[in-house]
T-cell receptor
Framework: KNEVEQSPQNLTAQEGEFITINCSYSVGISALHWLQQHPGGGIVSLFMLSSGKKKHGRLIATINIQEKHSSLHITASHPRDSAVYICAVRRGSQGNLIFGKGTKLSVKP | EAGVTQSPTHLIKTRGQQATLRCSPISGHTSVYWYQQALGLGLQFLLWYDEGEERNRGNFPPRFSGRQFPNYSSELNVNALELEDSALYLC??????????????FGSGTRLTVV
């Protein structure tokens, strides 16, 4: 079983829809990251969370440490949001990330 | 401020050769991480360097190695290249890892093709 599980694997939405991507992990962590990867490979760090909730523009990320679960929400989705969204965790004593397999999001106009 | 820079952008090598990939972290970041993303697969952790020392290593054979220089830049060396080594290699840097509160910044990657 993977230490970081994401769902769904693929997601197609209409422009304007509210989107939720889920991430569950099975190890103790010091932080959880949400990353965005566009075609071509470049990765952008969207959020780093250790508790609670963060918001950047139309993106919201939440984490429940007790339940070992995090969600990434996109409000009023737009075709430019189309990308692969990756959940990754840092274990308490390690600096490297452990990644989920990613969620491929396609937003149709 | 310059981001994490990786070179070269693309690299084509023949099976059995050696490849050297380079990474310059964000100024002030002491930790450098190397990750591999093979086609159709997720990101896999390769190596982590901090303050010139190898801190952790992923599940890769010894022909994957690297080092970190006094200016915190890093090299990833892949010896005896195999076709399966064809992948996007991403470098990331961060500040003090132990606090777990610093951000991660990724480079744009080096796409290695082994023919």
């Amino acid at each position: 079983k993977n230490e970081v599980e994401q769902s769904p694997q693929n997601l197609t939405a209409q422009e304007g829809e509210f989107i939720t991507i889920n991430c569950s992990y099975s190890v103790g962590i010091s932080a959880l990251h949400w990353l965005q990867q566009h075609p071509g490979g470049g990765i952008v760090s969207l959020f780093m969370l250790s508790s609670g909730k963060k918001k950047h523009g139309r993106l919201i990320a939440t984490i429940n440490i007790q339940e070992k679960h995090s969600s990434l929400h996109i409000t009023a989705s737009h075709p430019r949001d189309s990308a692969v969204y990756i959940c990754a965790v840092r274990r308490g004593s390690q600096g490297n990330l452990i990644f989920g397999k990613g969620t491929k999001l396609s937003v149709k106009p | 401020e310059a981001g994490v820079t990786q070179s070269p952008t693309h690299l084509i090598k023949t099976r059995g050769q050696q490849a050297t990939l380079r990474c310059s972290p964000i100024s002030g970041h002491t930790s450098v991480y190397w990750y591999q993303q093979a086609l159709g697969l997720g990101l896999q952790f390769l190596l982590w360097y901090d303050e010139g020392e190898e801190r952790n290593r992923g599940n890769f054979p010894p022909r994957f190695s690297g080092r970190q220089f006094p200016n915190y830049s890093s090299e990833l060396n892949v010896n005896a290249l195999e076709l399966e080594d064809s992948a996007l290699y991403l470098c990331a840097s961060s500040l003090v890892w132990a606090r777990g509160r610093d951000g991660y910044t990724f480079g744009s990657g080096t796409r290695l093709t082994v023919v």
